[in-house]
């Protein structure tokens, strides 16, 4: 049992810093001209889509019981890469097609 809530510890570790950013996206993706946001809006649904799935499958692994929260784990942590190997594929375009609306914040 130990093993297991650290493991999903690991996960929303993990987890949190890619709510932020997601959010950073979708402000900076509605902040920007029309073209921009027609051309990421579904990617942003997906993104979010892919962390709602992975946020639900960590919490039904917490309150479940059974002895194959192994195998739940692993599709767990697929879904968290997928997730991941998404967001750099996504973040990187928007940041790219947003960063010079932006430069003036930082």
Same mark, same amino acid.
């Given at each position: 049992?130990?093993t297991?809530?650290?493991?999903?510890?690991d996960?929303e570790?993990?987890?949190?810093?890619?709510?932020?950013?997601?959010s950073v996206?979708?402000?900076?993706?509605?902040e920007?001209?029309?073209?921009?946001?027609?051309?990421?809006r579904?990617?942003?649904?997906?993104l979010?889509?892919?962390?709602?799935f992975?946020?639900?499958?960590?919490?039904?692994?917490k309150?479940?019981?059974?002895?194959?929260?192994e195998?739940q /784990?692993t599709?767990i942590?697929?879904? /968290?890469?997928e997730l991941?190997?998404k967001f750099?594929?996504?973040g990187?375009?928007i940041?790219?097609?947003?960063?010079?609306?932006f430069s003036?914040?930082?």
């Amino acid at each position: 049992m130990a093993t297991r809530n650290a493991d999903l510890h690991d996960i929303e570790v993990q987890l949190m810093p890619l709510f932020h950013e997601i959010s950073v996206l979708k402000f900076r993706v509605e902040e920007s001209c029309p073209e921009v946001r027609a051309r990421y809006r579904d990617l942003l649904i997906t993104l979010s889509s892919q962390y709602n799935f992975v946020e639900t499958q960590v919490r039904k692994l917490k309150e479940a019981q059974d002895n194959v929260w192994e195998e739940q /784990l692993t599709v767990i942590r697929y879904n /968290l890469q997928e997730l991941q190997k998404k967001f750099s594929q996504v973040g990187q375009g928007i940041y790219l097609q947003t960063g010079n609306q932006f430069s003036f914040y930082f």
